[in-house]
Nanobody, 117 residues
Framework: QVQLVESGGGLVQPGGSLRLSCAAS????????MDWYRQAPGKERELVAY???????NYADSVKGRFTISRDNAKNTVYLQMNSLKPDDTAVYYC???????????WGQGTQVTVSS
């Protein structure tokens, strides 16, 4: 088990940037993958990006070229840098720890991102 605390959400204008942080209660070095999900009103929760323990990253087509996921093992923190934000990016963003065969993983509390003029 790992506790995840998110920060960095807020209100931003279209074209702006935000950096989300997910601080873990223990080392994330051995965690299979760290993920960012989002859920907009009336929509299914969707995977935005992930980064594996080996450093492999993947992104949803809708955010490729605009979002960057990164990891700082020394700080037990994963980040999501979001640039060129669009109104369609408005959602609650969740951090998730994927621990593979050890269990279902753990979720952060979510942080609201609103992109609006």
């Amino acid at each position: 088990q790992v506790q995840l605390v998110e920060s960095g959400g807020g209100l931003v204008q279209p074209g702006g940037s935000l950096r989300l942080s997910c601080a873990a209660s223990r080392s994330i070095f051995s965690i299979n993958a760290m993920d960012w999900y989002r859920q907009a009103p009336g929509k299914e929760r969707e995977l935005v990006a992930y980064i594996t323990s080996l450093g492999r990253t993947n992104y949803a087509d809708s955010v490729k070229g605009r979002f960057t996921i990164s990891r700082d093992n020394a700080k037990n923190t994963v980040y999501l840098q979001m640039n060129s934000l669009k109104p369609d990016d408005t959602a609650v963003y969740y951090c998730h720890a994927d621990v593979g065969a050890y269990g279902p993983g753990d979720w952060g509390q979510g942080t609201q991102v609103t992109v609006s003029s």
